[in-house]
């Protein structure tokens, strides 16, 4: 529902699927899982393309450390992880 969404450009539904989707992996595996943070940095790019950065910052935050820890420096999640942190200073 986020990729058609966001195809839509329909920021709102797309975050919100991203939302549901990350909370049911949280509440399913916990929050430091890693398919729940990579669904978490899926949810903080959404929020920085809707221009919604402080929570954007806020999403990253909570979730760079289980993307640091369970990820391979090569994977699309700590590109992902990379470039929030370059587009998101604090």
């Keep these: ?3 058609l969404a966001a195809a839509r450009h329909d920021d709102a539904a797309a ?3 991203l939302r549901r989707a990350q909370a049911l992996l949280a509440d ?3 929050a430091a899982h890693p398919l729940a943070a990579g ?3 899926e949810l903080a790019a959404a ?3 809707a221009g919604q950065d402080d929570e954007a910052r806020t999403v990253l935050a909570a979730n760079a450390a289980p993307v640091e820890q369970n990820f391979a420096a090569v994977s699309s ?3 992902l992880l990379a470039q929030l942190r370059d ?3 604090r």
Excluded: K, Q, S
């Design 1 to 3: 529902r986020a990729a």
């Design 15 to 17: 975050i919100a699927a």
């Design 28 to 30: 399913h595996y916990g």
């Design 39 to 41: 669904a978490a940095l």
């Design 47 to 49: 929020l920085h393309g």
């Design 77 to 79: 999640e700590r590109r």
């Design 87 to 89: 587009a998101l200073p």
